[in-house]
């Protein structure tokens, strides 16, 4: 049985005292940066993991981020869990925890405008057509309600895409699985969960040193990609 590596043996390793270790670790005060790359290099090398609980201790700090992810039915769960393995790879990188949430608790203000069943997805396409009937352009982003929207399109005459256009906001793996294939734009989940990470940890930092946090506007470019579900609207049929 391999026996735990402890900070002890990281220190010994790097040639630096404990509390070096420690500082780097913590952030908690400067370190060269020369040192710290050693101090990380045997980290690494040794597999040293710092147990949450002495940590918590020690700082009087959980090095805990609470993620909440919405696993319910109308949620596209792979792309959920991508985002989440790279909050979670960021965090510890960072020496946090990520504590995993998966009951809905967003406050009751965040809604979805349409649920994504047949008849929910019905009603608003209802709606969208008698306020609107000459639209011909449908962006879709509750990926639930994808399968009904091209039906009832398909029932009610308007043919994809020759007499209408759908774009999905959707990972491309699920874009592939429709008939026809839809245009979607896909985002970069691996940047959003490391950017969001690194956004909390910032403002962590910030609070410990009783200073505002430096905030930063950051934004992703999302992925066209043109398939099946988009094109130019014939308005009537060739006679």
């Known amino acids: ?42 980290v690494a090398e ?22 909440v992810v919405p696993l319910r039915t109308d949620v596209y769960v792979p792309v959920m869990m991508e985002i989440a393995t790279y909050v979670t790879m960021t965090a510890r990188k960072h020496g946090y925890d990520v504590l995993l949430i998966t009951n809905d608790e967003g406050p009751d203000g965040i809604r979805r405008s349409c649920e994504g069943t047949y008849e ?38 308007r043919i994809v895409p020759d007499k ?15 008939a026809p294939a839809l245009t979607a734009v896909t985002g970069a989940a691996k940047e959003l969960g490391r950017i969001a990470v690194e956004q909390v940890i910032s403002r ?16 992703l470019a999302p992925t066209l990609t043109v398939r ?3 094109g130019p609207v014939r ?5």
Do not use: W
Not at 14 to 35: C, F, I
Not at 48 to 62: D, F, M, Q
Not at 204 to 219: H, K, T, W, Y
Not at 235 to 239: I, N, Q, Y
């Open 1 to 42: 049985m391999n026996r735990t590596v402890t900070i002890r043996d990281v220190a010994r390793a790097a040639g630096v005292s404990t509390s070096t270790v420690s500082y780097v670790l913590s952030g908690k005060r400067p370190v060269s940066a020369e040192t710290r790359r050693r101090v990380e290099h045997f």
């Open 46 to 67: 040794l597999g040293y993991h710092p147990h949450a609980g002495a940590r918590a201790l020690a700082s009087k700090r959980s090095h805990i981020i609470a993620l």
């Open 120 to 157: 929910s997805t019905a009603g608003a396409l209802g709606h969208i057509l008698s306020d609107r009937p000459g639209t011909t352009g449908f962006v879709v982003q509750n990926e639930r309600a994808l399968g009904p929207l091209l039906h009832l399109l398909r029932t009610r005459g």
């Open 164 to 178: 209408a256009s759908v774009i999905a906001l959707c990972p491309e793996r699920l874009a592939d699985q429709y």
């Open 204 to 219: 962590i930092f910030a609070s410990g040193r009783d200073r505002r946090p430096d905030d930063e506007l950051v934004l």
């Open 228 to 230: 099946e579900s988009t």
């Open 235 to 239: 308005l009537s049929d060739p006679s």
